[in-house]
C-alpha cells in the first residue's frame, strides 16, 4: 500500500469513528457510507476537506450536509431493501447515493437544474442505477411515483409538506427538518398509521430552507 492510500484508509477510518461518535450505529447505514466516497461528490477547493464531518457549499447557494447528519436521517428513515424512496433535495446527490445503497428505488428532485444535471453525471460515473432524478418544486413530491415506502427532505419547511405526508404509505416513514427560521429548527419523523401520522422529534439541526417552485438557474 502506498503512502497516499494509507492517508486515504486512515481519513475513511477517522470518517467511521467520527459518525459512530455522534450515534450512527447501525451497521447498514455505516457500510453504506464506507461505500460511497463522500469526494465524489465535494468539488473545487473544499474537495480536501470531503471526509470532515463538517457541511460544506456546492454550486447555487446549497450544501452538502455533515455526513454525521446524513447518517442520523438515514438511520431514521429505517430504509429496507425492498422500499421505494423519495428524497426532496438532491443537492449534491451524496444522500441519494446513501439511499442507493439501502434501498430498492431511489427518486430524487431538486429545484436547480445544474444540481440535477451534476448529480446524475456522478451517478453514471458511480453505476449507481437504481436512483432517478428530476428538476421538480419538491414540496408537491412526485404524484405519478407515489406512494413512497420512505421520503427524506433535505430542507426545512414550517410544517411537514402536505402533498408529501399524502405520498407516504401507511406504515411509511418520513424525516425532515421543520423549522420557522434557520436558527430555531427540530429534525422530526413522521410515520403514518392506519389512522394518522405518529411525530418523534428527533434534534436540533440546521438547514437551507425549502423554497417553492423552480429555479431560474441553467
Request: one cysteine or more; hydrophobic letters at 40%; glycine letters at 8%.
Amino acid at each position: 500500500m502506498t503512502d497516499s492510500e494509507d492517508a486515504l484508509a486512515e481519513r475513511k477510518m477517522q470518517f467511521l469513528f467520527a459518525l459512530r461518535s455522534k450515534g450512527v450505529m447501525d451497521s447498514t447505514v455505516l457500510t453504506a457510507m464506507e461505500r460511497v466516497d463522500r469526494g465524489q461528490f465535494v468539488k473545487g477547493l473544499f474537495s480536501e476537506r470531503a471526509y470532515e464531518d463538517t457541511p460544506l457549499p456546492i454550486a447555487c447557494g446549497q450544501t452538502i450536509s455533515q455526513p454525521s447528519v446524513v447518517g442520523l436521517m438515514t438511520q431514521a428513515l429505517e430504509v429496507s431493501p425492498r422500499d421505494k424512496v423519495l428524497e426532496v433535495g438532491t443537492g449534491s446527490g451524496y444522500q441519494a447515493a446513501i439511499l442507493s445503497q439501502l434501498a430498492r428505488r431511489v427518486y430524487t428532485v431538486d429545484r436547480h437544474k445544474r444540481l440535477v444535471r451534476e448529480a446524475r453525471e456522478v451517478f453514471e460515473a458511480m453505476d449507481l442505477v437504481n436512483i432517478t432524478a428530476f428538476t421538480s418544486d419538491g414540496s408537491f413530491g412526485l404524484p405519478d411515483q407515489a406512494p413512497f415506502d420512505r421520503i427524506i427532505v433535505t430542507a426545512a419547511a414550517e410544517d411537514p409538506p402536505g402533498p408529501l405526508l399524502a405520498q407516504l404509505k401507511i406504515g411509511g416513514i418520513m424525516v425532515l427538518p421543520v423549522g420557522q427560521s434557520d436558527t430555531v429548527q427540530s429534525l422530526i419523523r413522521v410515520r403514518r398509521t392506519e389512522t394518522g401520522f405518529d411525530y418523534d422529534e428527533l434534534r436540533p439541526v440546521r438547514f437551507v430552507p425549502l423554497i417553492e417552485g423552480i429555479a431560474r438557474d441553467i
